[in-house]
């Protein structure tokens, strides 16, 4: 059987070259969303041979053997002590994104505590709200503040009044639009003046996730800190060709829900059945090559990139703001014609430059000069459903 391309017929061949040089274009030019591009993996392409598939616990032994959990285990003793979770008691796996692991984060939290109900904040990312949905569980919604921290005052005086009720608290360390991180220390610090016991605490670090082991001052998000579990996406900050994620969680927790299938020889722990085996392969090559000093290396070059790009903005008298530690800049909405350019996500009257890795200061002075430059007048348009893409 041949499925190589070579038996495309030249119309379709054509087709995949427009298709790779519209990529091309829309790769360069984008500020706007949490995606590294500057990976290079051609070193494992040739694992695109093998039909690798990951079903089953990492740490489980399997049936099916065309797999990478080798690798995906090391992935996870990776995040694992970069987060400071006991040696003894971790567990996690690579999912197909920070969707999926929050999914399930809440997944454990509600099979530990049946009774209980979800807090989060204003600011918490769309996957939060649809995966509460998913597992069907009480939820109660928290105010954020103007830089987009949850509002610690509304959330103990909520908690007050439900304090007879098991805490499923979602932290976020970096929301989506203001990367804004919730302080889990003042949150312990809430549930422990309220004498709640009954509590677990996921924390969301999709984004933030994979340099908020360097900030200085560190912020509290991490196992130490007190957290159940975290999630973050691969492929924002690190960078990977396909989405992909990783779940940490306490592995006696995850002991309380395993459930053994004979059909694959292993424990069914994870969300799906089978499981991408080529990302744990990509996430272990870039951890490997960049090793804790290249990732921190990169958190330093994103930092040095927004506070230029913050300072070239406030210069021309646009009023841009950072959490502190943040690589997110937020700027007043743009015209139509630079957030379609630069493909600037746009939430209300807000919009945001996120300065991944990849991103430059030539790239930031672009952008500013295309700013000074454009007449287009700022038009306002209900845009509620335009944030979708992360
Ligand atoms: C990106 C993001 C997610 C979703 O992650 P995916 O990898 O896109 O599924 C969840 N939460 C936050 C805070 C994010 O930034």
Redesign the pocket.
């Known amino acids: 059987m041949n499925t190589t391309t070579s038996s495309l017929s030249p119309t379709d061949k054509n087709r995949l070259i427009e298709l790779e040089n519209k990529l091309q274009v829309a790769r360069d030019t984008f500020l706007g969303y949490?995606v590294s591009k500057d990976f290079d993996y051609s070193e494992i392409n040739n694992f695109f041979k093998y039909p690798i598939n990951n079903l089953g616990d990492p740490f489980e032994g399997g049936t099916y053997k065309v797999q990478t959990h080798e690798m995906e285990k090391e992935v996870i003793a990776f995040f694992a002590r970069m987060y400071r979770a006991n040696p003894k008691d971790y567990w996690g796996y690579v999912t197909?994104?920070?969707?999926?692991s929050?999914l399930y984060g809440l997944y454990l939290a509600r099979e530990l505590h049946p009774k209980g109900v979800v807090y989060y904040s204003e600011s918490t990312?769309y996957?939060?709200r649809k995966n509460i949905h998913l597992l069907n569980i009480p939820s109660i919604v928290i105010r954020s503040q103007e830089n987009g921290e949850i509002d610690y005052d509304d959330l103990e005086s909520t908690l007050k009044m439900n304090r007879h009720k098991p805490v499923i608290m979602l932290a976020?360390f970096?929301?989506?639009m203001k990367e804004a991180k919730d302080d889990v220390s003042k949150i312990k610090g809430i549930l422990k003046n309220l004498a709640i016991q009954d509590h677990y605490i996921h924390c969301?670090a999709?984004?933030s996730g994979s340099f908020g082991a360097f900030m200085e001052p560190r912020l509290p998000f991490d196992f130490k800190d007190g957290v159940d579990s975290i999630?973050i996406?691969g492929?924002?900050f690190i960078g990977s060709p396909m989405?992909t994620?990783v779940l940490i969680a306490k592995r006696s927790n995850r002991d309380r829900i395993a459930k053994g299938i004979s059909y694959i020889g292993s424990l069914d722990t994870t969300i799906t059945g089978s499981r991408n085996g080529h990302s744990p392969l990509f996430l272990w090559y870039a951890l490997k090559t960049l090793g804790i000093e290249g990732l921190k290396e990169r958190y330093n070059h994103s930092l040095e990139v927004a506070t230029y790009c913050e300072k070239r903005l406030n210069d021309i008298g646009i009023k841009a703001w950072r959490n502190p530690n943040a690589i997110t800049v937020v700027l007043p909405k743009t015209s139509n014609q630079i957030k379609n350019k630069w493909q600037l996500a746009t939430e209300g009257d807000i919009a945001h430059v996120i300065c991944m890795p990849n991103v430059s200061k030539k790239q930031i002075d672009l952008f500013i000069n295309d700013l000074e430059n454009c007449k287009e007048p700022i038009i306002e348009t209900e845009d509620y459903f335009e944030y979708s893409l992360?």
């Open positions: 949490p197909n994104g920070g969707s999926e929050n990312h996957s939060i976020t970096g929301t989506t969301d999709a984004l999630s996406s492929h924002k989405p994620g992360n």
